[in-house]
């Protein structure tokens, strides 16, 4: 039974902060960002990300304690489910899944790489467990619903691997939707996330059709998005770095940081508007790249575009914007909507399920891979203890 007053506790971690929050249908409670800082880090370098889900849980149920929230909530009104971002998964379709057995060892075992996002469900374990009620995650990173003709790369060598933005962008996507008062699977959209990653996608019948991955696109704040490949190619062969190292340069260490020595987009517009002719062409070039995917999902779209929403951190930029809608207003209106609110995306995909409007899915259903519509892959065998 569902009341109006239930609570979803929504919680995001990521790489140096952990961000989370009490939801009701209404909105937030309250909402709060612990930072993690270098001491931190360092003590937990070289350490599986596992390592650090009792440093963390420890930090949340304090920060709770001192907002006046139990660890299961408050009283009689406890947290009637719990939300947590979604990690590095295997390919899923999207929509709101439970935190079960299966999925916490996939995490554990990190077969598709360590990240603080895989923390999300084992926190989101811990809270539910404590309330006596469900963790899960809502459109995780690795949510996949590319159309079959998206996948192939040029060569059977090298596949494109969709991971994304996912949480945020369907998000603005449903939003966008319900403020027009129709469908979302009725809409074609082009979105635009413009965060420490850009993700660039197009969206058709509810679903993501296509999109550049972390590994392609843009160049953003501190990745490099696509390079030529038989430059990189000779790098790689150079002998001049290490692989860890050369990756770095390219996923952390790249785009606007591998260029002007800052991730800060403000600083750049600063340095730019004082007269620096390297910080300007960097920017102008950024701006560029992100129009010229948004055109590529155009053309996906077959030029038959509803609207192009601008979201992520970078779209506060008044600059930023007035360029991209220079480039791409004549595809279709543009809406933004600044910043990214993860969180209440979480909260939203429970409410979901609480309410009726969403069943919720398994990582591994009737045991095939629950991924893209008709790929029919069979799951891994997963031993569970």
């Known amino acids: ?24 249908r209404q909105g937030a409670q309250m909402v709060r960002t612990i930072r993690h800082g270098d001491e931190e880090l360092e003590r937990f370098r070289g350490r599986p990300m596992i390592a650090r889900l009792g440093y963390r849980g420890g930090l949340i149920e304090s920060a709770l304690k001192e907002a006046g929230y139990s660890e299961t909530g408050c009283g009689e009104e406890r947290f009637a489910g719990v939300a947590g971002r979604g990690g590095l998964l295997p390919p899923m379709t999207c929509g709101t899944y439970l935190v079960d057995e299966a999925m916490v060892e996939e995490l554990k075992q990190a077969r598709r790489g360590e990240h603080a996002s895989n923390l999300g469900a084992l926190l989101a374990l811990r809270f539910a467990r404590a309330a006596g009620v469900e963790a899960y995650i809502v459109d995780p990173v690795t949510v996949d619903e590319w159309q079959p003709c998206a996948r192939l790369s040029g060569s059977p060598l090298v596949a494109r691997t969709c991971i994304g933005h996912a949480l945020n962008t369907k998000a603005v996507a449903r939003r966008f939707a319900r403020e027009l008062g129709r469908p979302y699977p009725e809409l074609r959209l082009i979105v635009a996330h413009m965060g420490s990653g850009i993700t660039v996608s197009a969206h058709r019948g509810g679903r993501t059709i296509d999109s550049n ?26 002998g001049k770095f290490a692989q860890k190292e050369l990756d770095r340069k390219v996923f952390g260490d790249g785009g606007l940081f591998a260029y002007l020595g800052t991730r800060d987009l403000q600083e ?33 779209l077959e030029g038959k575009v509803d609207a192009i929403l601008l979201t992520g951190g970078m779209a506060y930029s008044e600059r930023l914007l007035a360029l991209l809608r220079g480039y791409l207003q004549w595809i279709a209106p543009i809406q933004v909507y600044p910043g990214e609110d993860e969180l209440q995306a979480l909260a939203e995909g429970v409410f979901r399920v609480l309410d009726g409007e969403e069943k919720p899915k398994r990582l591994w ?18 031993g569970l203890e």
């Open 365 to 382: 259903e009737d045991g095939r891979e629950q991924g893209p519509a008709g790929t029919g892959r069979e799951a891994l065998v997963i």
């Open 268 to 300: 750049v517009e600063a340095r730019s508007a004082a007269g620096e002719t390297q910080a300007e062409l960097v920017f102008q070039a950024m701006v560029y790249q992100i129009a010229k995917e948004a055109g590529a999902m155009a053309a996906v």
């Open 1 to 24: 039974m569902t009341h109006d007053n239930d609570r979803v506790l929504a919680i995001n971690p990521g790489s140096t902060s952990t961000k989370f929050g009490v939801y009701t």
């Open 213 to 238: 991955t972390i590994e392609e696109g843009p160049f953003g704040p501190d990745r490099t998005g696509g390079l030529p490949a038989r430059e990189l190619v000779k790098l790689c062969f150079s």
